[in-house]
């Protein structure tokens, strides 16, 4: 009986022991803050988590998985470099409906671009290729003038869209501006109502997810509506898309892959895009709005003019902006109606 109080009273003092040293533990991860280890006890258990899924995933989507944190990497690593900026548009409500009408007449005038291009290409003579060269100088002047346009006779939104040219990726597009909606809604309509993209942005036709990795990683099927003109023939593209969250900033990020359930489509130009990457954050004089970042960076393929090219990225990302506006303005007005 004895020698049973004996190993009672040690396996107490043992008991007793562990509990203090574990609460000392715990003081120690809680700082200043009472529940500041409860969330180092969530980090841990979520990376922990993300191990043993990371674990059961097989080779082949372990490599998307790769791809989608280093297109989200590379991304970051562009944004983060505030130098060699230039700016392509600064934004861009027209009110004056001549300058409109000149606005409007740039389709026509891409596509009788491109026919004087193809057709210099295929009979080369000096003075088709002076005429090419006359009217790309004509084009450009154009490009200048619209682009003034744009900033000086216009109503500033704060959109803007700048591009710098990077080794081994080329011509890289920065959109930046300001929502009035708040960030999780964003994040709602552009990641978990992907596949809807197509009711609301014309540039793009359909979005199809062709396999999800865990809640993170998806691979995705996209293909580019129609421009005016049709400019740029359909494209269709392949990606690997990486979605994170990172406290308050959300971060969806891509790059070009290939996935066995879409081979080449007949009658689509196979295109290639990434690093890209749209992060968006509150803003920090108001939480209801977000900073909305889209980072661009796309190989069209075939024999497009440089100068088209780049003109219809950057004006693709301004007509994106404004079509998410539209897209969550007319969500606002639903949402209070059912209200």
């Known amino acids: ?111 009788l671009y491109l026919c004087i291009f193809y ?34 006779l216009s109503q500033a939104n704060g959109d803007k869209v700048m591009s710098k040219v990077l080794p081994d990726i080329g011509k890289v597009f920065k959109l930046e501006v300001m929502l009035e909606q708040k960030t999780d809604y964003l994040y709602e309509e552009l990641v978990d109502n992907m596949e809807r993209m197509g009711e609301w942005n014309p540039n793009v036709k359909q979005v199809k997810v062709l396999q999800k990795i865990g809640q993170d990683t998806m691979i995705t099927h996209e293909v580019s509506g129609e421009t005016p003109g049709n400019v740029v023939g359909p494209r269709d593209f392949v990606s690997v898309r990486c979605a994170k969250r990172r406290g308050s900033t959300c971060f969806l990020a891509g790059m070009s892959t290939q996935h066995p359930g879409m081979p080449e489509q007949k009658g689509f130009v196979r295109a290639e895009n990434g690093p890209t990457c749209i992060v968006m954050r509150p803003s920090g004089e108001d939480p209801n709005k977000t900073k909305f970042t889209w980072l661009l960076s796309l190989d069209l393929k075939g024999w497009i003019p440089k100068t088209v090219i780049n003109r219809v990225l950057s004006q693709t990302q301004v007509d994106f902006a404004n079509h998410l506006r539209h897209r969550m303005a007319s969500n606002g007005g639903v949402e209070a109606a059912i209200a």
């Open 1 to 111: 009986m004895c020698i049973y109080l004996s190993f009672f009273i040690l396996q107490s003092g043992l008991r007793k022991n562990a509990m203090i040293a574990i609460h000392q533990e715990l003081n120690k991860l809680s700082g200043p803050g009472p529940s500041a280890w409860i969330n180092h006890i969530r980090r841990r258990s979520s990376l922990l988590s993300s191990w043993i899924a990371e674990e059961t995933y097989s080779e082949a989507e372990q490599c998307y998985v790769q791809q989608g944190q280093e297109a989200l990497q590379k991304s970051i690593s562009i944004l983060s470099d505030q130098d060699g900026w230039q700016t392509e548009i600064e934004n861009v409500r027209v009110i004056n409906n001549k300058i409109s009408s000149f606005i409007l007449m740039r389709p026509c005038i891409d596509v």
């Open 119 to 152: 057709y210099t290409v295929l009979y080369s003579t000096l003075v088709s290729q002076a005429f090419r060269g006359l009217f790309a100088h004509i084009y450009c002047k154009m490009n200048h003038l619209q682009m003034h346009m744009w900033v000086f």
